[in-house]
């Protein structure tokens, strides 16, 4: 085996990837308060086509020296749009026919091995801030919870690993091999 130069990766270019299909998938940013959790997510996004990143509350927008730390300029490529209020977020992407999981652990929660996706439905996952997770208030506002199954001592992840966790479900379950 060989490790793959840059050059032999055949990536597509930025202005390629703006006129892209893209996953049917917003990811939904819920008072995070790390650039570097924030630019993260941009990448993974940018990696798996994500259609758009609402980012909300004190989440920082671009650009911003931190988040390309972690971006890598994933924060060019990808979509995002700026909402104070995540629950204005979330409830205008249910008015425009999104399915809206927050990602939390709740009362009734589905187990994230165990969430059935519709390939003909557009979806949108809220992940919460590092210390208090999702709002009550969106996770009322959304369609259900869905929840990382956990098996150790603690009952967390960070942020960008459970987006990351999130996000490449989601693209399993959705993608029509874009």
């Known amino acids: 085996m060989r490790k793959l130069k840059i050059t032999e990766l055949n990536r597509i270019t930025p202005d390629e990837f703006k006129t892209s299909s893209k996953l049917p998938l917003i990811i939904v940013l819920d008072d995070i308060r790390s650039l570097h959790n924030i630019g993260s997510v941009f990448r993974t996004s940018d990696a798996f086509r994500i259609e758009c ?51 939390e652990q709740a009362e009734g929660s589905i187990m994230l091995n165990d969430l ?30 869905v929840e990382i199954p956990q098996y150790g001592t603690k009952h967390s992840l960070n942020v960008s690993v459970t987006a990351g966790i999130v996000i490449w479900d989601f693209f399993g379950k959705l993608s029509t091999v874009i």
């Open 116 to 145: 059935q996706l519709d390939k003909q439905q557009k979806y949108a996952v809220v992940f919460g801030n590092e210390v208090k997770g999702v709002k009550q208030e969106v996770i009322n506002n959304s369609d259900g919870c």
């Open 53 to 103: 990143i609402y980012l909300c509350g004190i989440t920082a927008t671009p650009p911003q020296p931190e988040m390309h730390k972690t971006a890598l300029g994933a924060e060019f490529t990808v979509d995002w749009k700026y909402y104070k209020d995540t629950v204005e977020a979330v409830n205008n992407l249910k008015n425009n026919g999104y399915i809206v999981y927050a990602v």
